[in-house]
T-cell receptor, first 115, second 111 residues
Framework: EAGVTQFPSHSVIEKGQTVTLRCDPI?????LYWYRRVMGKEIKFLLH????????ESGMPNNRFLAERTGGTYSTLKVQPAELEDSGVYFC?????????????FGPGTRLTVL | GDSVTQMEGPVTLSEEAFLTINCTYT??????LFWYVQYPGEGLQLLLK?????DKGSNKGFEATYRKETTSFHLEKGSVQVSDSAVYFC??????????FGKGTRLHILP
């Protein structure tokens, strides 16, 4: 069974540009989560999808970030326009049931560098 | 709010040494507790978990016991190997499904 995949693995962009990150969860997993780790800080929750619906987006830092999960399969996270402080590693995770009942499986992450 | 505090790294040990990475948490209610590991160039992997007080999670020779009285979930391994070199994250999951992570502890094992 394929794990969670993320694309691209690395992205280097200039301040003010737009970047779109993609996450493909494990097949059949209704729950999809985005997290990010800014340099030297903790990995922080961004948002949680249940199928195509946003269950919790309390961790989204501001309105420059837009997450979608059309059709309840893969998800995209767009940053527009990117700022220097957006640099970090963005992780995606998926689970079949809610986190307390099931393991969240993480992807390898996308390392974003904003110059 | 909920939080996780783990010992700062890096931790450097010789092969076959005993490992302890301390982790304490603050949470309302009864969270589930986790240790995740990130090997070089790879994503986060669940190492072990415990869902209630006094549970012991174990995997690959690592163990951690959910201690409610001390709000701790320390990671231990009796004899580390070079292949255990990685970053280890203590984490909890509360009622709202978010995972809250500690800052991570980088472990270096010398041959």
């Amino acid at each position: 069974e394929a794990g969670v995949t993320q694309f691209p693995s690395h992205s280097v962009i200039e301040k003010g540009q737009t970047v779109t990150l993609r996450c493909d969860p494990i097949s059949g997993h209704d729950n999809l989560y985005w997290y990010r780790r800014v340099m030297g800080k903790e990995i922080k929750f961004l948002l949680h999808f249940v199928k195509e619906s946003k269950q919790d987006e309390s961790g989204m830092p501001n309105n420059r970030f837009l997450a979608e999960r059309t059709g309840g399969t893969y998800s995209t996270l767009k940053v527009q326009p990117a700022e220097l402080e957006d640099s970090g590693v963005y992780f995606c995770a998926s689970s079949q049931q809610r986190a307390r009942l099931d393991t969240q499986y993480f992807g390898p992450g996308t390392r974003l560098t904003v110059l | 709010g909920d939080s996780v505090t783990q010992m700062e790294g890096p931790v450097t040990l010789s092969e076959e040494a005993f490992l302890t990475i301390n982790c304490t948490y603050t949470a309302t209610g009864y969270p589930s507790l986790f240790w995740y590991v990130q090997y070089p160039g790879e994503g986060l992997q669940l190492l072990l978990k415990a869902t209630k007080a006094d549970d012991k999670g174990s995997n690959k020779g690592f163990e951690a016991t959910y201690r409610k009285e001390t709000t701790s979930f320390h990671l231990e391994k009796g004899s580390v190997q070079v292949s255990d070199s990685a970053v280890y994250f203590c984490a909890l999951s509360g009622r709202d499904d978010k995972i809250i992570f500690g800052k991570g502890t980088r472990l270096h094992i010398l041959p």
